[in-house]
């Protein structure tokens, strides 16, 4: 069973850094494509940054490009997420995801993940 654990959020005013992880219980983690989602109250859930397998290839949103940057330790089966520069509009609840292991892309909408973790809250405080 798959296992996707986020750690790492918490209350930090703006301004400030925070560097979230996922760790996957699976064995195979270098064969996923992962990704980072985020959620704020009312809003849908929206994507924030994606890795490929390696690691060679990330992406971004708009919204975070240059402040946040994903990366990925294949042998501790762990993604990771730096945030920098935070501001009150990131506060939310941010899951790691992992896309299926036919998928060698990073994708930018929640569907086109299989397996998620159960979140991990971010309050950023003006």
């Known amino acids: 069973q798959v296992q996707l654990v986020e750690s790492g959020g918490g209350l930090v005013q703006a301004g400030g850094s925070l560097r979230l992880s996922c760790a996957d219980s699976g064995r195979t983690f270098s064969m996923y494509v992962m990704g980072w989602f985020r959620q704020a109250p009312g809003n849908e859930r929206e994507f924030v940054a994606g890795?490929?397998?390696?690691?060679?290839?990330?992406a971004y949103a708009d919204s975070v490009k240059g402040r946040f940057t994903i990366s990925r330790d294949n042998a501790k089966n762990t993604v990771y997420l730096y945030m920098n520069s935070l501001k009150p509009e990131d506060t939310a609840v941010y899951y790691c995801?992992?896309?299926?292991?036919?998928?060698?892309?990073?994708?930018?909408?929640?569907?086109?993940?299989?397996?998620w973790g159960q979140g991990t809250q971010v309050t950023v405080s003006s």
């Open positions: 995801a992992r896309r299926p292991w036919t998928s060698t892309v990073v994708g930018r909408t929640a569907g086109e993940y299989e397996y």
């Open positions: 890795i490929s397998r390696s690691g060679g290839s990330t």
